[in-house]
């Protein structure tokens, strides 16, 4: 889960400030919540998917799904079934469920899993493809860690890809301007992170990376990781 604020401390994620879901999914604000660009970003992170290999038999799991951004166009390009997510607030996934999907049949609503800790309690071993974009950004680098962990036991997991916003090692310790106008930080929300701690996170979790050249909404900078099974 992510780190609660001590007192004198402020929120290492906005999503953690009490009732800040229920307030939002209340207002009607669930795809608002999730970083705006609803279309555009949903078609950047399928489009990411398909160039990354996934095809309507393999096994989804979108981590961190929110309001189903990703989950409305994911949903019917899968088999049914195929399609599995995690949040850490499982209301704002049933939001999507009820006003985003074109037919809500296809997807199972015990298929969306609250997991505030990328523990993936309940997540089926025959995932192929899983993806976490614009998840870590959100949060310390220990996030990014523990999910790199956490996936490490799926036997049948293929490829993750996830989003950071990077930073020159020389001007990472104090705040960075992104390409996109984005203002990130070392130890506050937007966080960034160095391709170094990056690749530095992925070994160290038995992962091995690839960059991706693609530009992103927000100027985020996409890797795909592929677990290193039986290296050593």
Known sequence: ?????????????????????????????????V??????????QMDLLVEAGLRPHHHLLDIGAGALRLGCKAVPYLDPGHYWATDADRG?????HAAELADPARLNPAQLVEDADFAFPGIPDRITHAIAFAVFPHLPAAHLARALTGLTRFPALESLLFTVFLAPEAAAAGPVRQPDGVVTHPARP????????VHDLAAATGWGLTRLDRMLPRGQVAFAARPLRGAG
């Open 190 to 197: 937007p966080y960034h992170l160095t391709a170094a701690q």
């Open 92 to 96: 704002l996934m049933l939001a999507g």
């Open 35 to 44: 970083g705006g660009r609803w279309d555009e970003t949903g078609r950047a």
């Open 1 to 33: 889960m992510p780190d609660r604020p001590t007192r004198g401390q402020g929120l290492t994620s906005p999503y953690l400030a009490p009732g800040f879901y229920d307030s939002a999914i209340a207002g009607g604000r669930h795809r608002a919540i």
